[in-house]
RNA sequence: GGGUGUGUAGCUCAGGUGGUUAGAGCGUUACGUUGACAUCGUAGAGGUCGCAGGUUCGAGUCCUGCCACUCCCACCA
């Protein structure tokens, strides 16, 4: 018996351990099927579930439950990602509150300790996806620090390091001064500040009273100036060019040089140059070939080649400015919008630096990532990612991969103490090759750099499938991959990556399709973020309203291309549709429909039943057509429209008087039908809502089989012809309901109906379904008019038919007489339209003649009923 | 500066290849406790589809321009 009340908290994590147990998420690795694969976008190992996860992965498990019902193999591959700086930054937040710093613990204790801490709290977010539904393959979980992982990390990495597609090389790069380690591009995030114009003025060398003049943001980085460009088509600063100026405060002489990176209309027309803190000026720099001054410590201080050194930035920039007054120098500060780029993570200025760091020659690799997304091996979901991913990719820098940081993938490369370099996948064969090298024992020591996380992700899509070192069954049965599915905001960071390194790696796409979806707002649309304080956690909805209420949301507020507004009220909307399952499943408990084996839906009888079976083949249909185009948002609706707005409002409606009456031989069909469309939804329904279907599908039958493997219905055949006369039914008892509130006649008053209809299957419907009819439209009877009009039935039209309503005593004539000039005003709206149409040759000439038929078709329909409206009309005219 | 997307009912949004009277949920109005469900039912009100042109027999849908907003990339000494 199921509970009065649909209470998931009762049943979903039950539920899910069973499926877990039972092994449910794992691939029949003997079956001959097609394989589908999908990878999770491993989450932080230090994460908690947020509702852009639950976004990402109740897409991902309705594919993944979908195609498991197709009868496909189906493996979605779990996983966790190490996250070097965010892990390594909440390990060292918990270490500074007793006090320790990373320092005190030294790097391979300070290792452990995250190891340790990965230990406890790391299986946060796989219980969290567990509590949502996710049906990962669990035993194959995968942590980006796996032996294996590594391994392929290590292996990737000499490959292209033999290749030469990884290269060391002292580059300018995004400093971030709180970790203290290079970050790639992609890392750095521009804001928008309103910050200050310097304007001040460098005397010209052995030209006592001339000046040039400066502007510049940073007055700090002076120190570091090695030049002042100033463009040679600047008339009025030209002459100065080959001069030298006077760097204040310091006093060195510094070259005036011809460059068109001064830009005569800017600032002052005259540029410092600042090539080792300034990526403009470094190309500058290059050009000119002007040496490089660093100012700046790992920590942002400026250094012992100023005359602040130990002092920070700002701090600096005040006693420079200061400086330069007491020298007479500074001339003006003004306001000046500008862009000022922050460390993703840390929140700190990045500070451009002169660093020794490790690149992949991205812009090589991107040819093939390139090349296989034009040829369409493969495919971004919209397409319209794909210029996303071509600029990008058109576009891209070499890639710093090397990060000054503890917790990661530790390079594998050793160094000579002549500085020779020896990358290799151990310890032992970098020795070995050295010792070859030299023709005698050397000391190596191992680079103390780690990899940018992005370099592991990178590999996922076959790293987690057993590459290199096992002879792996699942990279050959699962890779290429089926589907990835992210979000817009990681194609850079890890859709182009995989492509990338997945190219050269396996020479294979990563995955044939990327389906790339928004993000998850709030409710007023704004992003959500935790300092914004307006995050909802999914844990909390999904104890609030199950999880199949949030997993249905997601699906159906999902079309593509657009972020997702959460709507709590939505989410408890989608808790009523549950509840009205539920209590769908419970009226037929009641009346014992139970599923029977002998049922066939091709035997039905009954036109009723003929009717809901064509309709549950149809919803089908659209669901699953809707599926393989990855529509969300249409297959959810599909499913919502067919069993509230079909079964539950309709069907179980008109099956009512049938289920209370006599005819037994229709009460067996009827149940045994309703058990059939039952089981229809319950496994249409399950991708969306693995829980309620389950606990529904195990309760309501012992079953063979279960619902999470249960058959997805495929090519059936839809019987046309078997809804005509329930639809007839449908939009006769609607005319009928609507008369009755428009002219406000009591639920209680029962009433006589007639039908005129030339038509002689409506005969036949009136006399077959008048029980039905009644029973919705609250009637004591309805019969064929058989004779004339009298004045006082109010009549109403739907297609063909004629409804007709003795009203004489119930109701105001006045008010009838109203209603149906409103209802003629709409009538000769629509005729002018045809007429319109149908008298414009060009239309009746080159519309297509099914077009012009059904505009003809509509045209004689409404006449006939205009003229039904007034007749009617004329009729009550005097009462 | 380069690129992208969006603008449809009070609100949040659907409307693959142009073709009935433009849909849904929420909200709102009226009625209703009828033997699954008040986490409900029935009926209704509510839209010049951002603006202006164009193509077409026909435009919410295609094209051009404009307005407003979103996001991404680059850069601003």
Known sequence: MLDKNYNPKDFEEKIYEKWEKDGDFKPDMKSDKDAFCIVIPPPNVTGVLHMGHALDDTLQDILIRYNRMLGKKVL??????????????VVERNLAKEGISRHDLGREKFIDTVWQWRKQSGGTICKQLRRLGASCDWSRERFTMDEGLSAAVRKI???????????????????????????????????????????????????????????????????GDTAVAVSKNNDKLKHLIGKNAILPIVNRPIPIIADDHADPEKGTGAVKITPAHDFNDFEVGRRHNLPLINILNPDATLNENTPFPGLDTQTARQKTIEKLEELGLMEKIEDHPMVIPYGDRSGVVIEPLMTDQWFVDTPKLAKEAIRVVEDGEMEFVPKSYEKTYFEWMRNIQPWCISRQLWWGHQMPIWYAEDGTIFCEETEDEAQAAADKHFGHHVELTRETDVLDTWFSSGLWAFSTLGWPYENSEYLKTFYPTSVLVTGFDIIFFWVARMMMMSMYAMKQVPFKKAYIHGLVRDEQGRKMSKSKGNTVDPMETIDKYGADALRFFMAAMETQGRDINLSENRIAGYRNFATKLWNAARFGEMNEAKPSKDFSPTLVKQAINKWIIAKAKEAT?????????????????????FVWGTFCDWYIEMIKPILYGDDETAKQETKATFAWVMDRILVILHPFMPFITTELWDNLAARDEKLIKHAWPQDEAIDNHATAAIDWVIDTVSAIRSLRSEMNLPASA??????????????????EFSNIICSLSRLDSIEELNGTITPDMVQTVSGSTTILLPLKGVVDFSAERERLQKEIAQLDKNLAGYAAKLSNANFVERAPAKVVEEEKKRQTEALANKAKVEAALARIANL
Do not use: C
């Open 157 to 223: 990495f000499v490959k292209m390091y033999k290749d030469g597609l990884i290269y060391k090389a002292k580059k300018l790069v995004n400093w971030d001064s709180k970790f203290m380690t290079a970050i790639s591009d992609l890392e750095v995030v521009q804001k928008e500040t309103i910050g200050k114009m310097y304007y001040y003025k460098y005397p010209i060398e052995g030209e006592a009273g001339e000046y040039i003049h400066i502007a510049t943001t940073r007055p700090e980085t002076m120190f």
């Open 621 to 641: 249909l659209e669901v699953t057509n809707n599926l393989d185009a990855f529509r969300f948002s249409d297959a959810a609706n599909g499913v919502y429209q």
């Open 750 to 767: 029962k009433l006589k109906a007639y039908i005129k209809d030339s038509s002689t299957d409506v005969s036949s419907y009136v006399k």
């Open 76 to 89: 979605w591959q779990p996983g966790t990602d190490h996250a070097g700086i965010a892990t390594q930054m």
